[in-house]
């Protein structure tokens, strides 16, 4: 019996030994690095910021900031460069200002947010679309909001290989994925089962949740939306596309024309799985028009022969007769 006891201790102290020690990183002193730096202690002032983000991660753009200005100071250009890259790619919108700090780092962040800010739109757009086909809706619609944020920086290039096509297929998607969350019920609370619904006794019985069956296993494309982008897959061909008639109530808006786009989601049947506006064509017309795009019929979309999920738009015109 002693004998095993004290094999016993000699495998829990080998153990132990070998148990990996996790060491936390010390919190930022924020307040203070920024006190240093302004008293040209730069090289302390850096040793405050430490390596972390802050315990939160909500100070990461002024802990960055602060850490590429004391590097700039010290002459270490390229570190200081990747501070504020590490910066954007956690705070893409992250600014500075002249009034902030010197103009040379506000300009060397200008720079920084040029060449990344086009490949952080992407990323946020296939995150999004992700989020969409994984029926992620409230996700999707801010993550696609984010995405036209960042479009629409000030830093954002002009000119920038595929982004106008993103863009438009971003509006789709958008439009679709908030008329997803508008129509979907408002959730309610479950109704208490089991002793504590019927007792008048303040404790509470909890039972334990079954745990779920694994979901049955998917194909690869089962839930991927494809686009016009994807250049590896046929696209739909329509087999009816009915247009509801236009009668407009008011004869003298009939003289008028008016345009508008709507996007679809044709499903492996090629049935329209939801339909949404991207662009109102007529007050008077627009709800005709989506209950009419639900019944449309295609040929569906294929991928290397099989049946896959494709986005598509179509602009609608109405033009006086």
């Known amino acids: 019996m002693k004998s095993a ?3 016993f201790a000699v495998i829990a102290f080998a153990v132990g030994l070998t148990l990996p020690v996790v060491a936390r990183t010390p919190p930022v002193d924020l307040t203070a690095a920024k006190a240093l730096y302004a008293a040209a202690s730069y090289e302390e002032a850096l040793a405050a910021l430490g390596k972390g983000d802050g315990e939160d991660g909500t100070a990461v753009g002024q802990i960055e900031q602060y850490r590429a200005l004391c590097l700039l100071a010290l002459g270490r250009t390229n570190e200081a460069r990747q501070a504020l890259e590490h910066l954007v790619a956690v705070q893409p919108r992250y600014t500075i200002t002249d009034a902030d700090v010197s103009p040379r780092i506000v300009s060397m962040l200008h720079e920084v947010r040029k060449q990344m800010l086009p490949s952080t739109a992407k990323d946020l757009y296939a995150k999004a679309k992700s989020s969409f086909e994984g029926k992620q809706y409230a996700s999707a619609s801010a993550q696609f909001k984010e995405m036209f944020a960042i479009l629409g920086d000030p830093d954002m290039p002009e000119q ?25 019920p408002a959730a309610k609370p479950a109704a208490p089962t089991g ?6 006794s303040p404790t509470s019985v ?10 049955p296993p998917v194909e690869a494309n089962a839930l991927k939306i494809y686009s016009a982008v994807d250049k590896n897959v046929v696209g739909p061909a329509e087999i009816e596309r009915r247009m509801p008639a236009w009668t407009p109530a ?6 008028n024309m008016h345009s508008g786009v709507v996007g679809i989601v044709i499903n492996e049947q090629g049935k329209v799985e939801s339909a949404a506006l991207q662009k109102s064509v007529a007050a008077s017309y627009d709800a005709e028009l989506l209950q009419a795009a639900k019944s449309w019929q295609f040929r569906p979309a294929k991928l290397n022969g099989q049946p896959v999920k494709y986005w598509k738009s179509y602009e609608i015109v109405l033009r006086a007769r």
């Open 195 to 200: 002793p504590a619904a019927n007792s008048t």
């Open 250 to 255: 008011n004869p003298a808006d009939a003289k």
């Open 5 to 7: 006891i004290s094999l």
């Open 206 to 215: 909890t039972t334990p949740a079954p745990v779920p069956a694994p979901p």
């Open 160 to 184: 920038t290989a595929g982004l106008n096509d993103m863009k438009m297929l971003a509006e789709g998607f958008l439009a679709l994925a908030d008329a997803q969350v508008a129509a979907a």
